[in-house]
C-alpha cells in the first residue's frame, strides 16, 4: 500500500511510461485504465492499480509504525492526517515469487518517482517504509538483485548484557523458514549484515536451509543451522548459531 496526504496522488499514464522508459518493461492493455482503477498486463502479468479515498483501516499504521520505529522513527508524525492509499497487486500467475515481488517493488518506484507519495506500506512483512528508504534500493532492482530490507522485515532485540538478538519476518512468502539469532555477543551490524545476506542467498538461489546443516560465508566459515519453536515468531524457524 502507498499513502498519501491528499487526492493529488499520481498520473497513471505517467507511472507507466515510466514503466516502460526506466526499467525497460512492456506494458499492454493500458489504453482503458482509468485513474481509480487501473487494470494492465506488464511482461504479459496482469497487475492492478487502485486508488483508495480513505486512511488504511483500523490500526494498522499506527502498530506496524510502533514496529517499525529502529528504522522509521518519524513515521507517525510523517504520516499524519494522510488521506488516502493506493494497491498495487500483482495477480497470481506461474511467474515465481521473487519475480512477482520484482515487478510489484518496480511498480510501486514508478509511483513514488512520479508522485508525492509518503511511504510504503508493505502488508506481506509488516514492513513501514518512507519513500526515500524505499528508493533507497532502486539501482538493485534494476539490477534485479533482491532488495532484502525491502521485502523481509528484521526485528532487533538487545537484551540487558548487551546481546542482540535478530530475526526475519518475511521469508515465509518465498516458501522459506524464517531465521532468528539468538542473544549472541557479536556487534549488532554484524548480525545484521549476516542475516541480510544469508536471506538475500536463500531466496535468490531458492535455497532451503534444513536443520543440522552449517552456512557461512567460506568453506572454513561454518555457522550451525537449528530448527526449533520460534523465540520471537509463531511457528518453527531456523536458529543461527553465533
Known amino acids: 500500500m502507498l499513502l498519501f496526504k491528499d487526492e493529488n496522488t499520481f498520473d497513471i ?40 479515498p480513505a486512511p488504511v483501516p483500523g490500526n494498522d499504521i499506527k502498530n506496524v509504525a510502533s514496529l517499525n520505529q529502529m528504522w522509521w522513527p ?23 515469487v521473487k519475480e512477482r515481488f520484482h515487478l510489484i517493488s518496480m511498480i510501486i518506484g514508478s509511483i513514488l518517482m512520479n508522485s508525492t507519495c509518503l511511504g510504503v506500506y508493505f502488508t506481506p512483512s509488516d514492513l513501514l517504509l518512507s519513500r526515500k528508504q524505499f528508493l533507497n534500493y532502486t539501482e538493485a532492482l534494476k539490477e534485479n538483485e533482491v532488495p532484502f530490507p525491502r521485502w523481509v522485515y528484521i526485528g532487533i532485540r538487545p537484551n540487558e548484557n548487551n546481546r542482540f538478538s535478530l530475526y526475519t519476518y518475511g521469508l515465509k512468502q518465498f516458501g522459506k523458514k524464517e531465521l ?17 545476506n544469508i536471506g538475500t542467498y536463500i531466496i535468490e538461489e531458492d535455497i532451503t536451509l534444513r536443520d543440522g546443516e552449517t552456512i557461512g560465508y567460506s568453506a572454513t566459515h561454518k555457522i550451525k543451522i537449528k530448527q526449533s519453536r520460534g523465540v520471537y515468531l509463531e511457528g518453527d524457524t531456523l536458529k543461527l548459531e553465533l
Open 13 to 52: 499514464q505517467k507511472v507507466i511510461t515510466h514503466l516502460n522508459e526506466f526499467w525497460g518493461l512492456e506494458t499492454t492493455d493500458t489504453d482503458t485504465v482509468k485513474k481509480e482503477t487501473a487494470v494492465f498486463n506488464i511482461n504479459g502479468q496482469m497487475v492492478a492499480i487502485a486508488e483508495m
Open 74 to 96: 518519524t513515521a507517525l508524525e510523517d504520516l499524519e492526517g494522510y488521506e488516502r492509499h493506493t494497491l498495487v497487486t500483482v495477480m497470481s500467475g506461474n511467474q515465481p
Open 180 to 196: 532468528e539469532i539468538i542473544e549472541s555477543a557479536e556487534k549488532v551490524q554484524e548480525l545484521y549484515d549476516f542475516i541480510i
